[in-house]
């Protein structure tokens, strides 16, 4: 065994050097499956930890990593962890977005938090080097394809070090990066694993990217460091063809899948009626990163049960970056439990709108309701959550100071039973298909389109039952509407977020509603637009 | 009813845009609610608007509305010669 005094490295050490010819993960590309063996990961991580340490990575660099669906993800991060860095994954810029744009923030990203350096794929490690110029953050590509190294023993980081960066989807100056400690990332492991049953016949598949902290936690970390095989998918081809995430089920018999309430949605809808699945091997279907529904899961169970799902595999769970990623979980093999509520003066009674339990917090964890300026602890009382966990977060990278004990999530719920309901948001956060949008990033950019009124314009985030997520409305007011302004404003969130809007309107000017100190009210906006779509759906 | 009326109907339909208008010059961009996860949709709804078998990834390559309609016309022609 290897020991360096950092348990997270040691149990990867571990991992690789037990049973190596063991997959590791069994990657999709090309239409086909490559099986990396762990002593082939292990290989390939030496070569990326030389790849680093002749960038001039050492202990303590931040390193970003920007790289297709591929080979090369896992090891690049776990190399770095290695070597003692500190690595972080950003998006892989989507086709549809505006390349310079993306360049130029996330060069703004680069500078900002002292980069190091900067792994992407070859001709946007080029790109990347001409914008940024020889400066202090070292762009480099991928160690050339079958190249391979012996991994050198891991570095001995103290646990209480900066393990990795998680980054929010916020566009310039709102790209923050939660600092996230080898003390957090374990003690969310071993808080976390206990509820999942994970065994020697375990085997996690997900298309989910690995700059989202779901892919990244509980599909990349966790079964790294437990010895359980992982079927990765391209989430650009799975959105394309979604039924490969159930071929994949029932091809390596994989036992745990986390995705969005969203995805639920999206099989649900895409995958072709005429195919049968093996989905027997499923002991949990996780729900999480956006508001799990009742009505998407009865839908995808209504859909999936007679391709060997059962009812308690779906399953729930809430968390976030900011506590490396779940605070709760539902019971394995229990349905999460749902109950009817109705709101009165920030009580909760019994009523008629159903919500879906997100299960009991993980051991360790306390969750507070901040109602009317204090941390409550009594039940069903809303407000808004607050966490405290032995995972919590070592701050946001550049500000300074240590955050609260309590973790203020900006999420709406209350707790019942000892479980935890989450009812909305505070913050003007829109999550749009699990991904995190900031409407005054959308409205930043929709701001700058000629034809709309400056500072005249709202975006919201609208539930969608069709989608089983939340999507992006933009309300503009212009004096000269037309179908070519309603085009520039789609174009102009598409090429900041990669998404369109769902919906673009234009009104008057005059239509948005103000508050009292002469700000566009999200609220009454929001209030306003689902009157007017109700009625316009009522319209014949 | 040209092949271009069509598709503005089915994008309209998908897309859940009654007032889009549709030219051959629009692409995917111009049209709210396009994207990847409706892409498949629109797909599913072109298959059976038209009887005809297109995949995802090719209408994904498309430039614009009007490639899509040349591909759905060839599609159509292909289907009715026969052999």
């Not at chain 1, 298309?207 to 998918?233: E, Q």
Request: net charge negative; glycine share 8%.
């Amino acid at each position: 065994m290897t020991a360096c005094g950092n348990r997270f490295l040691e149990r990867l050490a571990g991992i690789l050097a037990a049973d190596p010819e063991l997959p590791f993960v069994y990657l999709r590309q090309n239409d086909a499956y490559l099986t990396v063996t762990r002593s082939e990961l292990a290989g390939r991580m030496g070569a990326h930890a030389a790849a680093w340490r002749a960038a001039g990575v050492g202990e303590g660099d931040v390193v970003f990593i920007i790289l297709r669906h591929g080979a090369d993800a896992m090891p690049a991060f776990l190399a770095a962890m290695w070597i003692g860095a500190v690595p972080s994954f950003l998006p892989f810029p989507n086709p549809r977005q505006d390349l310079a744009l993306y360049r130029e923030v996330h060069a703004t990203v680069l500078r900002r938090t002292g980069a190091k350096a900067l792994m992407a794929e070859p001709d946007l490690a080029a790109e990347f080097l001409n914008l940024l110029g020889p400066q202090a953050t070292a762009v480099l590509a991928p160690p050339a394809v079958g190249c391979t190294a012996l991994l050198p023993p891991p570095a001995a980081i103290a646990e209480e070090g900066a393990a990795l960066l998680q980054h929010s989807s916020g566009t310039t100056g709102l790209k923050k990066g939660v600092v996230l400690s080898y003390r957090a990332v374990l003690a969310q492991l071993d808080a976390y694993a206990p509820t999942l049953g994970l065994d020697p016949r375990s085997c996690v598949a997900s298309w989910l990217p690995l700059y989202h902290d779901m892919g990244l936690i509980a599909c990349f970390l966790l079964p790294s460091v437990s010895g359980v095989p992982i079927v990765a998918l391209d989430p650009f081809e799975w959105a394309l063809k979604p039924q490969l995430l159930l071929e994949a089920i029932g091809r390596f018999r994989a036992t745990h899948v986390w995705m969005p309430n969203f995805a639920f949605a999206h099989l649900t809808r895409g995958v072709p009626r005429n195919e049968r699945y093996d989905l027997s091997s499923v002991a949990m279907l996780i729900g999480s990163s956006e508001t799990n529904r009742g009505h998407t899961q009865d839908r995808f169970l209504a859909r999936f049960g007679s391709h060997g799902l059962r009812a308690g595999t779906l399953q729930t769970s809430y968390g976030m970056a900011e506590t490396v990623f779940a605070v709760s979980q539902s019971q394995r093999g229990v349905e999460p439990r749902r109950i009817g509520i109705r709101i009165e003066n920030a009580c909760v009674f019994p009523g008629d709108t159903e919500l879906l339990s997100n299960g009991k917090p993980l051991a360790g964890v306390e969750i507070k309701v901040l109602h009317g300026g204090r941390m409550r602890s009594e039940e069903r009382i809303v407000g808004e959550l607050c966490v405290a966990s032995p995972f919590n977060f070592s701050g946001y990278l550049g500000s300074g100071g240590t955050p609260d004990r309590f973790h203020r999530t900006g999420d709406i719920g209350f707790l019942d039973e000892g479980e935890v309901f989450v009812l909305g948001r505070i913050k003007d956060l829109i999550i749009v298909n699990g991904r995190n949008i900031y409407a005054h990033d959308v409205e930043a950019a929709v701001n700058d389109v000629p034809g709309i009124h400056p500072g005249r314009c709202i975006a919201l985030g609208v539930a969608s039952d069709r989608t089983g997520s939340e999507e992006i409305v933009v309300i503009g007011e212009t004096s000269a509407p037309s179908p070519d302004l309603v085009a520039a404003v789609n174009r102009a969130v598409l090429a900041h977020f990669g998404m369109p809007c769902a919906a673009v309107e234009l009104v008057p000017p005059g239509w948005l509603v103000k508050t009292t100190s002469g700000k566009v009210s999200r609220e009454r906006n929001h209030q306003k637009y689902l009157i007017r779509a109700a009625h316009a759906d009522a319209t014949p | 009813m040209t092949i271009l009326d069509t598709l503005g109907a089915v994008l309209r339909r998908t897309f859940r845009q009654p007032n889009l208008v549709v030219s051959r010059s629009m692409s995917a961009a111009d049209v709210p609610g396009w994207d990847s996860l409706n892409h498949l949709f629109l797909v599913m709804e072109l298959e059976a608007e038209f009887d005809v078998d297109i995949a995802a990834d090719e209408v994904a390559r498309l430039p614009d509305i009007g490639a899509l309609a040349d591909l759905v016309a060839e599609r159509l022609a292909r289907k009715d010669t026969p052999g």
